[in-house]
T-cell receptor, first 112, second 113 residues
Framework: GESVGLHLPTLSVQEGDNSIINCAYS??????FIWYKQESGKGPQFIID?????DKRQGQRVTVLLNKTVKHLSLQIAATQPGDSAVYFC???????????FGKGTKLSVIP | DAGVIQSPRHEVTEMGQEVTLRCKPI?????LFWYRQTMMRGLELLIY????????DSGMPEDRFSAKMPNASFSTLKIQPSEPRDSAVYFC???????????FGPGTRLLVL
């Protein structure tokens, strides 16, 4: 999951298994959450987003779950593939804000 | 659309030199953001523009940093004079009607010796 430390937490997953990446946020006023994927040498790439009036949102092979009670966000990747290897960032934004606050990231490594 | 375009992709310079980073946002996007990414501090927002006007520059670290957006299709981030601690990857991002959904460029990797 996310960390405020200086090193990235790492998640290693076998190809074909499901991955779950976690993120904790602190601002109870945050109403928009977004996941980005960043591959080595590239910019962050939008994956999926969710607003605070929802608990779950699904995309292609990805699902985001939001638990506002405990201020927790998770990204689930189904049937993880080698191309999913990257650093995943969660980000949050408050009502009316155009700024995103990014977490430190989680490195996902897929074992072939 | 080609996405957000940044140049140069890599820049190596010596301490004290001026560095100019360039960004072309996605056509039609009203918001433009400049970020800096380091291993120590992660992604940090430096400044953002709405309709070419700087809205919040509170993330700009020092007066050595300045950013401009002379028109809707071009922005620059300038560091003068540069210092070794400015070494980082600088990203530009743009967004449209949903400001929070930002689309990032490939970044400029800056190394100040």
């Amino acid at each position: 999951g996310e960390s405020v430390g200086l090193h990235l937490p790492t998640l290693s997953v076998q190809e074909g298994d499901n991955s779950i990446i976690n993120c904790a946020y602190s601002n109870s006023a945050s109403d928009y959450f977004i996941w980005y994927k960043q591959e080595s040498g590239k910019g962050p790439q939008f994956i999926i987003d969710i607003r605070s009036n929802m608990d779950k949102r699904q995309g292609q092979r990805v699902t985001v779950l939001l638990n506002k009670t405990v201020k927790h966000l998770s990204l689930q990747i189904a049937a993880t593939q080698p191309g999913d290897s990257a650093v995943y960032f969660c980000a949050e934004s408050g009502a009316g804000s155009y700024q995103l606050t990014f977490g430190k990231g989680t490195k996902l490594s897929v074992i072939p | 659309d080609a996405g957000v375009i940044q140049s140069p992709r890599h820049e190596v310079t010596e301490m004290g030199q001026e560095v100019t980073l360039r960004c072309k946002p996605i056509s039609g996007h009203d918001y433009l953001f400049w970020y800096r990414q380091t291993m120590m501090r992660g992604l940090e927002l430096l400044i953002y523009f709405n309709n070419n006007v700087p809205i919040d520059d509170s993330g700009m670290p020092e007066d050595r940093f300045s950013a401009k957006m002379p028109n809707a299709s071009f922005s620059t981030l300038k560091i003068q004079p540069s210092e070794p601690r400015d070494s980082a990857v600088y990203f530009c991002a743009s967004s449209l009607l949903s400001p929070q959904t930002q689309y990032f460029g490939p970044g400029t990797r800056l190394l100040v010796l």
